[in-house]
């Protein structure tokens, strides 16, 4: 009985050990399965803006009419981070409390859901993500002063995937 404790012991060691590494791994694919995505829906995006002559209307959450037919199946509203979501953000410049100079257009990934408490979002395990809060998002910036939310200054905790500066 001693013996099979021990084995039991050891093994559990070494799959501690291994395991370990692997969940930095899975944050990383979350991560660049997230890239991917946001560059499928901003190309569906621009294919949009091709045939319509105008980006869709903003969408809370919820994909913007007319944009289905040009999405992969399976894109929206989930995105990579389990318990996140896709928001399409098409804020005029009067609904930026901060510099309202120019439309925004962007793509986020949401972690809190509408109404919920900071205890209820779920937010990547990277370092990057480790000053966030409800109002914070992983953005894919289209066009003008894009930030993690439009009562929000630019510096607002977020993550712009493919921002220039970051």
Same mark, same amino acid.
């Given at each position: 009985?001693?013996?099979?404790?021990?084995?039991?012991?050891?093994?559990?060691?070494?799959?501690?050990?291994?395991?370990?590494?692997?969940?930095?791994?899975?944050?990383?694919?979350?991560?660049?399965?997230?890239?991917?995505?946001?560059?499928?829906?901003?190309?569906?995006?621009?294919? !949009?803006?091709?045939?319509?002559?105008?980006?869709?209307?903003?969408?809370?959450?919820?994909?913007?009419?007319?944009?289905?037919?040009?999405?992969?199946?399976?894109?929206?509203?989930?995105?990579?981070? %389990?318990?996140?979501?896709?928001?399409?953000?098409?804020?005029? %410049?009067?609904?930026?409390? !901060?510099? %309202?100079?120019?439309?925004?257009?962007?793509?986020?990934?949401?972690?809190?859901?509408?109404?919920?408490?900071?205890?209820?979002?779920?937010?990547?395990?990277?370092?990057?993500?480790?000053?966030?809060?409800?109002?914070?998002?992983? !953005?894919?910036?289209?066009?003008?002063?894009?930030?993690?939310?439009?009562?929000? %200054?630019?510096?607002?905790?977020? !993550?712009?995937?493919?921002?220039?500066?970051?």
């Amino acid at each position: 009985m001693i013996e099979l404790l021990i084995v039991i012991s050891i093994i559990g060691i070494l799959s501690s050990i291994t395991l370990t590494p692997l969940l930095g791994v899975r944050d990383k694919a979350y991560f660049a399965k997230a890239k991917e995505e946001l560059r499928s829906v901003d190309e569906s995006v621009s294919f !949009y803006l091709e045939d319509f002559g105008t980006y869709p209307a903003d969408a809370n959450r919820d994909v913007p009419p007319g944009l289905e037919a040009y999405l992969a199946q399976g894109i929206w509203p989930d995105s990579a981070w %389990p318990g996140s979501v896709f928001d399409w953000e098409n804020w005029p %410049p009067s609904a930026l409390s !901060y510099d %309202p100079k120019e439309q925004v257009y962007q793509i986020s990934i949401r972690f809190c859901p509408l109404g919920g408490g900071i205890e209820t979002c779920k937010f990547p395990k990277a370092s990057w993500a480790d000053d966030f809060d409800q109002q914070s998002a992983v !953005y894919y910036c289209i066009s003008g002063p894009c930030r993690s939310h439009s009562s929000k %200054p630019l510096d607002h905790p977020g !993550y712009c995937v493919n921002c220039s500066d970051e």
